[in-house]
């Protein structure tokens, strides 16, 4: 018989996932990261959930964070998802390296992600090797439309239950 673990692996490795720049700041710190692990997690009361890497210095900053921004990574937008992603802040400013402005608690707010939120952070939770930060959104801005399937074209499906 299989192990789980292998058949598991093989089975969410197939999964295509949106990913996401996550960027925040402690008061001394700022940081961010590109982040794979996150998902809406409430309708009403809007919560999002976003899961930062415990070996990641962005976790780091994050612990002792208040926000996250979440920003929504564009499809042409490989140069930052590259340095989000393939790049380390113990080593380098990523924020000396693209645009960006000033927002909730100091967050960084990247300039070419202009579809994002920043969530206040309501709770942290051990996930494994990552920590799960539950957001509650207090600022968001949506300038363009993704290729993903639109949550404008889902609030037309009658619920099978109650949300």
């Known amino acids: 018989m299989a192990d789980p673990r292998d058949t598991f692996n ?9 990913m996401f720049v996550v960027t925040t700041a402690n008061g001394s710190e700022r940081s961010g990261c590109l982040v794979g692990f996150a998902t809406q997690s409430s309708i009403d009361p809007p919560r999002f959930l976003v899961c930062l890497s415990k070996q990641n210095r962005t976790y780091r900053v994050a612990r002792e ?3 996250l921004a979440v920003h929504f990574l564009p499809a042409d937008a490989g140069d930052l998802a590259e340095l989000f992603g393939g790049e380390t802040g113990d080593e380098i400013d990523k924020f000396a390296r693209c645009e960006w402005t000033a927002g909730p608690g100091g967050v960084p707010l990247l300039d070419r992600c202009r579809n994002r939120f920043a969530g206040r952070v309501l709770e942290r939770t051990d996930a494994g090797d990552h920590v799960a930060f539950v957001l509650e959104p207090v600022t968001a801005e949506k300038e363009h439309a993704g290729g993903q ?3 404008h074209r889902a609030k037309r ?6 949300a």
């Open 65 to 67: 964070a208040d926000v």
């Open 149 to 151: 399937f639109p949550f």
């Open 10 to 18: 093989a089975l969410v490795s197939e999964l295509d996932y949106p």
């Open 157 to 162: 499906i009658e619920p099978g239950h109650e």
